[in-house]
């Protein structure tokens, strides 16, 4: 079959290949690709700063944004199937033996398309049920999505979760960084009636303008306001991949309020805080921070879940998250060449 891989830990090497088709043991199903997502992953992949193959493989089959159709075994011929990504670790750390992988101690975790197992970017892919998330075809058009989706959906359930120390009623949720997750994210919190800015470094003008116009978020360029003029805030996640701005959140965080942390920056960057007048905000004011990772099946069914609230509360509007469509053909074209209002690329198989 035909698949986008890479040669780990070298640049450049995304390429199509002929690889061999899996053959899927009775328990598991064999899934025919439809769509998979391309992020900053897929790039950070292809330029060789991660990425590994299988014991024994000397490439990796890219891809873990993925939407699917069940061929064969024990789910419903035809039915759609989102995968998850990680995979418990061989040290059977609490977290992965209690089905919680996402927060996997030991750190020996597995990632399809990213860490020892391929991905899905591919003609097929065989999967056991426990991994599979049921997507209704009424989601079929962008449910592609659901990867992304439940990374903001666990970070906000972590939210949630942690800020049941104490009554609370939040009404300001500052995201910083208008891509996907943020945007997806955008859409959450206006589910939970929170009122929305997005404050980021020149975002598009295009679907994602329309889509923060559609759902009501407001936008703060950071070319025109300093972070410190938009007020205060009771949560504030960072999805920028820029760790000063991600520091910064912490400095408009009103009383009582939790900053998550959501975007990997790699990097060596170094910044100056005021560390003491920081650290009497956080400890005067019960201030929260904390980082999020990956999701949990629970994430990818809420996913689910608010995508056809979404549908039905503003219909048609999540469809125009996707960007740009290529075939598997053009897969170098997609990582290369990035449109400046690209929200969301996917290549397409079926
Ligand atoms: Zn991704
Ligand atoms: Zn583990």
Request: aromatic share 8%; charged share 25%; net charge positive.
């Given at each position: 079959m035909r698949a986008a891989i890479v040669s780990p830990?070298?640049?450049?090497?995304?390429r199509v290949a002929d690889v061999p088709a899996p053959e899927p043991p009775p328990d598991e199903c064999l899934v025919r690709v439809l769509e998979v997502g391309i992020c900053g992953t897929d790039r950070d992949i292809d330029a060789g700063h991660y990425g590994e193959g299988p014991?024994?493989?000397?490439?990796l089959i890219d891809g873990h944004e993925s939407l699917g159709e069940v061929v064969?075994?024990?789910?419903?011929?035809?039915e759609l199937v989102v995968a998850m990504v990680r995979r418990p670790c061989r040290e059977r750390c609490i977290a992965c033996r209690t089905?919680?992988?996402?927060?996997?101690?030991?750190?020996n975790y597995e990632e399809r398309g990213i860490r020892r197992r391929h991905g899905f970017l591919a003609e097929y892919y065989a999967e056991s049920p426990e991994y599979l998330i049921h997507v209704p075809r009424?989601?079929?058009?962008?449910?592609?999505?659901l990867e992304p989706m439940s990374v903001s959906q666990k970070a906000l359930r972590q939210v949630y979760a942690i800020q049941r120390r104490m009554p609370w009623e939040p009404k300001r949720m500052l995201i910083t960084g208008a891509g996907s997750v943020g945007t997806l994210a955008a859409c959450i919190a206006r589910l939970k009636g929170l009122e929305v800015v997005i404050y980021s470094r020149g975002a598009g003008r295009g679907a994602d303008e329309m889509i923060r116009r559609k759902i009501g978020a407001t936008y703060v360029s950071a070319d025109d306001h300093k972070l410190s003029d938009i007020g205060l805030f009771d949560i504030a996640l960072d999805a920028t991949g820029f760790s000063p701005l991600a520091w910064g959140a912490a400095e408009v965080l009103d009383v009582n309020g939790v900053l998550c942390m959501l975007s990997v920056t790699g990097g060596k960057k170094r910044i100056d805080i005021a560390s003491d007048a920081l650290n009497d905000k956080f400890v005067l004011g019960n201030r929260l921070l904390f980082g999020s990772v990956n999701a949990a099946r629970e994430d990818f069914e809420n996913g689910v879940r608010d995508f056809a609230a979404l549908e039905q509360r503003w219909p048609g509007m999540m469809e125009h998250f996707i960007t740009r469509r290529l075939p598997l053909a053009e897969i170098r074209k997609a990582l290369d060449e990035r449109p400046p209002d690209d929200l969301k690329t996917i290549i397409e198989l079926g």
């Open positions: 830990g070298k640049a450049n090497s995304m014991a024994g493989s000397e490439y064969e075994g024990p789910r419903h011929k035809g089905g919680q992988v996402d927060f996997c101690r030991s750190g009424a989601l079929r058009k962008f449910g592609v999505l």
